[in-house]
């Protein structure tokens, strides 16, 4: 491997899967030899997921060369190994633009081509969508281009979520054609966890990986076949040596494998017979290595889940310093100390361990942390009941995951009223990942349930003080969110403190206008407020530190001592800005002509960009906190001017 760009010479050639079907199997190889220096050399200028990808050049290749896609709809789940199927199906112009603003999604996007028939990014739909598409083609769906084949491709953590499961099972209740490739690379973004992968993991340490012979013969013979005696033959011989995957076919699929993912002819053998002869749900198990082909990936512990740019020569990242530390980190060293003061807190995660900065609470306290896998429903009525059962659990999941558990968080742990505390991380918006990572609508999931305690960090200090407040709250559910990224680079206190349920704390006395803030947009407000001043405007400030309970003692001075009152906070509308309004509203404040405004994220999707760019394209920068001021107070048109 070189820093220069490879050479591609077949790849060259192609420019979608049709131009695959023109090439030899010998050809094939080489594709996917190319696909896989060409996927490398590009994410090492982008950075983005670069273990993934190159596990499933091969898959990739074989994929298309035998499907016809995009009338056969392809799933890829989670879809951040997508990168080689975006170089084969017309977009290699653009894959040097991964995730940047206006560049292509890490992600499979519908609005980007039709070879992405799904939208992904959270994981274990892909079973689902595939048998959708199957069951409409089946009704007479007809939307364009026509709809074939539905193959869903999911990686071994992703099949331990629930809704895979729950997609199998009625997959294999309706009998449909339909493929399911269980890409094994014995990872999720750490180990995977669990009874499944020690299943999967069995299926084939008992037995070699099969020849490409007795692979080819093994899905044959789980298909009909017209000759009885060959099928029996057949039969005897994978229930003796060849299959194994008793789980799936009890569910009602057939079961090849497991295979090798690298060996393009068995794969190749495999998917034509499997394409030539399936009359129902097939699963093939394809082993593969995660970072295949790149040693730096393939030595990491993470097998280069994600990177920064990257030198290919070396492997070695290329990331800015930082001041700051990460509020992950202040997290997890904040927790760590509320563990050793108290022995009763222990601490969850759904196959995020590294993310949430959770392995470093495991390498601590090995028995009181839990990897529950992708499995975040699970994770939060386990919660439910570790807190019944008198622990006190800190549900630490980034604020998108936490979405799939939310009947969870409900049913199991609010309406019970049992003390689980909900650390959320990654909330607010979190760039190259994009729309489908944003953590934007915690606050009003959260917020509108009865006896929730909702707070957000505003800096790193405070998210220290928030740790404690949660350990120290045992009357009910409680959560805390804070952002990706760096803190701020205040001083940190020794320890945390708790605070006291429901009360903010006034920043600064200044007059005519109120910005309330909840959450790390203080720091804009703060901005906004230098340059307000020099323009003979200070505003007051406050951080409201809790959207519930309200400070409603602090709300109701800032609206009685100012002309205008203003909220912000990093989430989507019907969070803290509509608790506020509703609140004021029903004191009647409005009706003696308080202007009250709420800045919030608009109400779209916003696609990835760095966090900056993104914070500008939602409107919530101090440059936009200093119009909205000078705009509520009739200044408008003065501000723009004098700007
Ligand atoms: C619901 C949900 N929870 C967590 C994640 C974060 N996540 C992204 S990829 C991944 C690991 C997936 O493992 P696997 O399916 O085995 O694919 P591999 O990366 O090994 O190819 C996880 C946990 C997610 N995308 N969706």
Redesign the pocket.
């Known amino acids: 491997m070189s820093n220069d760009r490879p050479a591609t010479p077949l790849l060259d050639q192609v420019q979608t899967p049709a131009d695959l079907k023109r090439l030899s199997d010998a050809q094939l190889r080489q594709v996917a030899d190319e696909l896989r220096a060409e996927t490398i050399s590009a994410v090492s200028e982008t950075g983005g997921h670069l ?2 990808g190159p ?1 499933v050049v091969e898959l990739t290749v074989a994929i298309h060369a035998v499907f016809d896609t995009p009338r056969d709809r392809l799933i890829w ?2 879809s ?2 997508c990168y080689p199927h975006k170089i084969l199906t017309g977009r290699r112009d653009r894959i040097r633009t991964l995730r940047m603003k206006d560049g292509l999604s890490g992600f499979t996007k519908r609005t980007e081509s039709p070879y992405d028939p799904f939208g992904a ?4 739909t892909s079973i689902s969508a595939a048998l959708g598409f199957k069951v409409a083609h089946d009704l007479g769906g007809a939307p364009d281009p026509a709809l074939g084949d539905a193959i869903a491709v ?6 331990s ?1 629930g809704m895979a499961f729950e997609a199998m099972n009625n997959a294999g209740h309706l009998g449909k054609r339909m493929f399911v490739i269980l ?1 094994d ?1 014995e ?3 750490a180990p ?1 966890t669990g009874a499944l992968s020690s299943y999967l993991s069995r299926l084939y340490a008992e037995q070699p990986l099969q020849d490409l012979k007795a692979a080819a013969k093994g899905a044959l013979s789980l298909l009909p076949h017209p000759l009885q005696d060959a099928a029996h033959r057949a039969k005897d011989m994978l229930k003796h040596s060849v299959v194994g995957g008793t789980m799936f076919e009890e569910l009602g699929f057939k079961y090849v494998g497991p295979i090798d993912g690298h060996d393009m002819e068995q794969l190749l053998g495999v998917l034509r017979t499997v394409h030539q002869r399936a009359d129902g749900p097939v699963l093939i198990h394809v082993i593969t290595k ?1 970072g295949k082909g790149y040693r730096p990936a393939e030595m990491a512990a993470d097998k280069g ?1 994600a990177t920064a740019k990257f030198d290919v020569l070396t492997g070695k990242q290329k990331k800015s310093p930082s001041n700051a530390p990460s509020y992950t980190k202040v997290f997890a060293e904040a927790l760590i100390k509320a563990g050793e003061a108290d022995d009763k807190i222990v601490a969850v995660t ?3 361990p590294d993310g949430t900065g959770l392995n470093l609470f495991a390498e601590r306290f090995p028995k009181r942390c839990f990897d529950v896998g ?1 499995a ?1 429903q699970h994770g939060v009525t386990f919660c439910g009941a570790l807190a019944a059962g008198g622990l006190k659990p800190f549900c630490t999941m980034y604020s998108t ?1 936490l979405q ?1 558990g939310y009947d969870q968080v409900v049913h199991d742990v609010a309406l019970q009223g049992l003390p689980v505390r909900f650390a959320i991380d990654r909330a607010g918006l979190v760039g190259a990942d994009g729309a489908t990572h944003a953590g934007s609508f915690d606050i009003a999931f959260m917020a509108n349930l009865p006896g929730m305690v909702v707070m957000a960090a505003a800096d790193e200090a405070e998210l220290v003080h928030m740790v404690a407040t949660a350990a120290a709250y045992d009357d009910g559910p409680s959560a805390f969110r804070f952002p990706r990224g760096e803190g701020v680079g205040v001083e940190m206190p020794e320890r945390g403190i708790p605070l006291e349920i429901g009360k903010g704390r006034m920043i600064q006395q200044g007059a005519r206008v109120a910005i309330l803030s909840f959450g790390t947009r203080l720091s804009e407000v703060m901005k906004a407020s230098e340059a307000l001043t020099a323009r003979g405007i200070t505003p007051t400030v406050a951080d409201a530190r809790f959207a519930k309970p309200l400070d409603r003692d602090l709300i109701l001075q800032l609206a009685t001592d100012h002309e205008a009152l203003i909220t912000i906070e990093e989430g989507a509308v019907g969070g803290f800005g509509s608790h506020v309004a509703q609140m004021l509203a029903n004191e009647g404040v409005f009706d003696t002509g308080l202007k009250f405004r709420s800045m919030v994220l608009p109400d779209s999707f916003i696609d990835h960009a760095n966090p900056a760019d993104m914070y500008a394209a939602a409107g919530l920068n101090a440059a936009d906190i200093e119009a909205k001021v000078l705009a509520v107070l009739g200044l408008g048109q003065v501000g723009v001017k004098r700007a």
């Open positions: 273990g993934a596990g789940d989670v951040h190994q990014a959270h994981s274990s999911i990686g071994d953590g992703s099949m979520a890409n690379n990872m999720s973004i995977p995660k889940h759904a196959a995020m992708i975040e995951f799939r």
